[in-house]
C-alpha cells in the first residue's frame, strides 16, 4: 500500500564502522523484511457463509440498491442518490458483473474499505462508509468478497455525482482523508472483555452506527468527542437521537433487553416502532445472533455519557 513508512533521518553508517558491503547486505535484508510484512496477512480466502453474515450486518445492500429495484429483485446495481449538504452523491453498482466489480481482484476490494481508494489509486467520498469500513478485519474483508462474489451480476453503469466543485473532486478528499481518516483495522483493547471488544467492532466497525448517530463538522467529518451523541442533522436532514448512557438526553435508562428488541424488531422501550434511517439500520441488525445484539447493548452502556439534546424526528415512518 501506499501507506508511506515513517521518515527516517539519513545516517551515515560508515561512522559507525560498518563497509559498504555490509550496508548493502543489510539493506537488502531490510528490503526483504519490508516486502514479507507488506505480503503479511497473506489474503488467504474467505468462508461464503460467514461473508453473507457480515454483508447483512454491514448493510451494504440498503445504500447500494434503489428501492424500485429492491421490489424487482434487483441488488446492489447501485443508483440511490444520497442528498447531502455539498450536493446529490449516486452509488455505484457493486454487483459481480464488469458494469460493477467484477472485474476486481480482492487487493482493489481491501482497498476500498480499508483505504477508501478505487483501484486506480483515486480517492473515494466519504459518503461510502469507509471511514467506519477500514475498521473491519482483513479476514472479514476477505469472507465478505467471498460471499459478494457469488451474487447475481447486474449490468448497469454507474451514474455521476451532482456535487459541487470542491465535494466533487476525489483529488481535493486526499486532503480531507489527511485530516478526517484513519485506515486500520479495529485493535482489541486488551483491557476489556471479548464480548465488549465484538460489541465495540459491530457498532464502529460493521454497523457503522456513528455514522449517522455521531454529528458531523461543517466538513462532513464525524465529531470524535461527540461520539454516537445524535444529531439534529443526520441523513437527509433528519433528526438522530443521543444512544449515549446519559440519563436525561440520551439512552442511560436502557437495559440490555431493551436493546434486543430494538435492534431484533425495531421496537421501543414504549412499544412505538423506529421509523427513517433507523428502520433500515434495524434490517442490518435484526439476523444479528443474540451474542452479537448483547455485545452491542454492553458496548454501548459503557460509552462515555454525552449530555446533548435531539428534539425527537418529526418525520416518522
Ligand atoms: C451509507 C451508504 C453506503 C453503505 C452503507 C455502503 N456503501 Fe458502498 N458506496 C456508497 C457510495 C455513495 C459510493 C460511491 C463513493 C464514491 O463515488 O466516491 C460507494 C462506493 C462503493 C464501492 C466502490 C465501487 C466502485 O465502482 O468504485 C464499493 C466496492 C462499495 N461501495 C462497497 C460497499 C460494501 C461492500 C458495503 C457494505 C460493507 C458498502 N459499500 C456499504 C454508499 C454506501
Ligand atoms: C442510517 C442511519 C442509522 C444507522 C446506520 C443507525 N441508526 Fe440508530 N437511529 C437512526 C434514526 C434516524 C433513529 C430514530 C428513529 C425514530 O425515532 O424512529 C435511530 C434510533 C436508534 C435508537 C433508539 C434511540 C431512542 O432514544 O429512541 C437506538 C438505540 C439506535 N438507533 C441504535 C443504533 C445502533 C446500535 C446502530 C448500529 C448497529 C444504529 N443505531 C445505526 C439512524 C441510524
Same mark, same amino acid.
Given at each position: 500500500?501506499?501507506?508511506?513508512?515513517?521518515?527516517?533521518?539519513?545516517?551515515d553508517?560508515?561512522?559507525?564502522?560498518?563497509?559498504?558491503?555490509?550496508?548493502?547486505?543489510s539493506?537488502?535484508?531490510?528490503?526483504?523484511?519490508?516486502?514479507?510484512?507488506?505480503?503479511?496477512?497473506?489474503?488467504?480466502?474467505?468462508?461464503?457463509?460467514?461473508?453473507?453474515?457480515?454483508?447483512?450486518?454491514?448493510?451494504?445492500?440498503?445504500?447500494?440498491?434503489?428501492?424500485?429495484?429492491?421490489?424487482?429483485?434487483?441488488?446492489?446495481?447501485?443508483?440511490?442518490?444520497?442528498?447531502?449538504?455539498?450536493?446529490?452523491?449516486?452509488?455505484?453498482?457493486?454487483?459481480?458483473?464488469?458494469?460493477?466489480?467484477?472485474t476486481?481482484?480482492?487487493?482493489?476490494?481491501l482497498?476500498?474499505?480499508?483505504?477508501?481508494?478505487?483501484?486506480?489509486?483515486?480517492?473515494?467520498f466519504?459518503?461510502?462508509?469507509?471511514?467506519?469500513?477500514?475498521?473491519?478485519?482483513?479476514?472479514?474483508?476477505?469472507?465478505l468478497?467471498?460471499?459478494?462474489?457469488?451474487?447475481?451480476?447486474?449490468?448497469?453503469?454507474?451514474?455521476d455525482?451532482?456535487v459541487?466543485?470542491?465535494?466533487?473532486?476525489?483529488?481535493l478528499?486526499?486532503?480531507?482523508?489527511?485530516?478526517?481518516?484513519?485506515?486500520?483495522?479495529?485493535?482489541p483493547?486488551?483491557?476489556?472483555?471479548?464480548?465488549?471488544?465484538r460489541?465495540?467492532y459491530?457498532?464502529?466497525?460493521?454497523?457503522?452506527?456513528?455514522?449517522?448517530?455521531?454529528?458531523?463538522? %461543517?466538513?462532513?467529518? =464525524?465529531?470524535? &468527542?461527540?461520539?454516537?451523541? #445524535?444529531?439534529?442533522?443526520?441523513?437527509?436532514? +433528519? @433528526?438522530?437521537?443521543?444512544?449515549t448512557?446519559?440519563?436525561?438526553?440520551?439512552?442511560?435508562?436502557?437495559?440490555?433487553?431493551?436493546?434486543?428488541?430494538?435492534? %431484533?424488531?425495531g421496537? =421501543?422501550?414504549? &412499544?412505538?416502532?423506529?421509523? #427513517?434511517?433507523?428502520?433500515?439500520?434495524?434490517? +442490518? @441488525?435484526?439476523s444479528?445472533?443474540?451474542?452479537d445484539?448483547?455485545?452491542i447493548?454492553?458496548?454501548?452502556?459503557?460509552?462515555?455519557?454525552?449530555?446533548?439534546?435531539?428534539?425527537?424526528?418529526?418525520?416518522?415512518?
Amino acid at each position: 500500500m501506499s501507506q508511506a513508512f515513517p521518515q527516517t533521518k539519513k545516517i551515515d553508517l560508515r561512522k559507525y564502522g560498518m563497509s559498504s558491503c555490509k550496508i548493502l547486505l543489510s539493506s537488502i535484508a531490510l528490503v526483504c523484511t519490508l516486502v514479507m510484512l507488506a505480503q503479511v496477512p497473506a489474503l488467504a480466502s474467505g468462508d461464503i457463509a460467514k461473508g453473507a453474515y457480515i454483508f447483512k450486518t454491514a448493510g451494504c445492500t440498503g445504500c447500494h440498491t434503489r428501492d424500485e429495484d429492491r421490489k424487482n429483485g434487483i441488488l446492489l446495481a447501485g443508483g440511490r442518490a444520497f442528498k447531502t449538504p455539498f450536493g446529490t452523491y449516486y452509488s455505484p453498482n457493486i454487483s459481480p458483473d464488469p458494469s460493477g466489480i467484477g472485474t476486481w481482484s480482492k487487493e482493489n476490494f481491501l482497498n476500498a474499505l480499508r483505504h477508501g481508494i478505487n483501484p486506480d489509486g483515486a480517492n473515494y467520498f466519504p459518503v461510502f462508509p469507509y471511514v467506519s469500513y477500514t475498521k473491519m478485519s482483513d479476514q472479514d474483508v476477505l469472507h465478505l468478497w467471498a460471499y459478494m462474489k457469488t451474487l447475481k451480476p447486474v449490468a448497469r453503469k454507474n451514474q455521476d455525482h451532482d456535487v459541487n466543485i470542491i465535494f466533487g473532486s476525489r483529488f481535493l478528499m486526499t486532503f480531507w482523508k489527511l485530516m478526517n481518516f484513519q485506515a486500520g483495522a479495529l485493535q482489541p483493547d486488551p483491557d476489556k472483555d471479548k464480548t465488549w471488544n465484538r460489541g465495540r467492532y459491530l457498532v464502529d466497525a460493521l454497523g457503522h452506527c456513528g455514522e449517522c448517530h455521531t454529528p458531523r463538522d %461543517s466538513l462532513g467529518a =464525524l465529531k470524535g &468527542g461527540m461520539y454516537l451523541s #445524535g444529531t439534529s442533522n443526520g441523513p437527509d436532514g +433528519n @433528526t438522530v437521537p443521543n444512544i449515549t448512557p446519559d440519563k436525561k438526553t440520551g439512552i442511560g435508562g436502557w437495559t440490555v433487553d431493551d436493546f434486543d428488541s430494538l435492534l %431484533s424488531m425495531g421496537m =421501543l422501550p414504549d &412499544g412505538d416502532f423506529v421509523g #427513517g434511517s433507523m428502520g433500515e439500520a434495524i434490517e +442490518n @441488525t435484526e439476523s444479528l445472533t443474540d451474542t452479537d445484539r448483547k455485545a452491542i447493548a454492553i458496548y454501548l452502556k459503557t460509552i462515555p455519557a454525552i449530555s446533548q439534546k435531539i428534539e425527537k424526528s418529526k418525520s416518522k415512518k
